[in-house]
Structures are given as C-alpha cells and as structure tokens.
C-alpha cells in the first residue's frame, strides 16, 4: 500500500491542484481500504465505491481505491455530502465514512501538514452499513437490455421504467435534463 503522500501526489496529479477535498478523500479511502482489510486496491476487483458528492474528495477516492464509474466500481450519487459508503464484495462488509464537519486551516498553515495532524477520529464518522444492491449493479458486462418504446435507445441493467405497460428510459419518462434542438 502507498504512503498517504504517495496517494495524496496521485489524487493530485489526477485531479489538477491540491486543496483540502483532495486530502479529505485521499484520507477518507486510505481509512475505508484499511478498514476493509483491502491491501492492493488497484489490482483488486472487490471494491464498489458509492461517493455522495460531486467535488474534488470524489476524484481523490476514485485514484486511492481505483474504482472507476466506467467500470462499474464507483457510484456516483450527488447527495451534497462529504460521505462515501465502500463495499467489499469479497466478505460482504460494508462502511461510510462521513466528514464530520469541515475544518479551515489557520491563514498561511501548511495544508498536507495541517491535516496530517488530525486523526481520523476527529475528522470522520464511520459506521457499518449494509449495502442493498442488485446483480445488474455489479461490474462487468450488462446483464440485461431493452429498447425504450419512446426514443429508441437501448437501456441497460434494469434502469427501464415501465409505463403503462410499455418501456421506457428514464429520460422518456421522467423527463430528461436535456431537450433536443434539433
């Protein structure tokens, strides 16, 4: 396993610049990995990550653990919140991790210095959880699809919606964050 420097510089690297959303989530993985007894995370298959913020302690989580949402291992779930829940599949166990609350450095203080002073205790609530997933949430190839009866598009791994009998995509009956201009 890397140092937290070693994973922080690839979060970074990743991310584009250092602030305290990248040592927050170098930290946040760093504690579920060891917490999970998960040594190799990058060679390993048994981790699902589910993060609840779309924010730079995302990024680092995603280059810590080396979960991926193209891979099917990150979640990506925008509730707002510095928390992420981590899934072994291997045992079955699960935590989130929560920042307990957001703490600012004194002007001019050292960032990696200022943080590193802090132990997890103070920085982070953890608790044991039970994930509740399907098959079709697993990585790997899509298990199942259908073509929406509205659009056309193919809808994989059960993300259809019925309607009336017939369906649909999300997006056709729920309505889309989009609309075409053409």
Same mark, same amino acid.
């Given at each position: ?66 979960? $991926?949402?193209? $891979? ?57 959880? $039970? ?18 009866? $509205? ?32």
């Amino acid at each position: 396993m890397n140092t937290f420097r070693q994973d922080l510089q690839a979060a970074v690297d990743y991310h584009g610049h250092l602030c305290s959303g990248q040592i927050t989530g170098t930290r946040m993985a760093r504690l579920a990995l060891q917490t999970l007894g998960i040594d190799d995370p990058k060679n390993s298959h048994e981790l699902i990550v589910y993060v609840e913020c779309d924010r730079c302690l995302a990024d680092a989580i995603g280059t810590v653990t080396g979960c $991926k949402l193209g $891979k099917r291992s990150l979640k990506s779930l925008d509730y707002g919140k510095s928390a992420a829940s981590f899934l072994n599949l291997a045992t079955g166990e699960a935590i989130r991790i929560s920042r307990k609350e957001r703490i600012e450095p004194p002007g001019g203080a050292d960032l990696i210095d200022f943080f590193e002073g802090i132990p997890d205790e103070d920085l982070f609530n953890v608790r044991r959880i $039970k994930i509740n997933y399907r098959p079709e949430d697993l990585p790997g190839k899509p298990l199942d699809s259908v073509v929406c009866s $509205k659009c056309n598009e193919n809808v994989m791994d059960g993300r259809q919606v019925v309607v009336n009998g017939l369906a649909m995509c999300k997006s056709c009956a729920q309505g889309a964050y989009y609309d075409y201009t053409d």
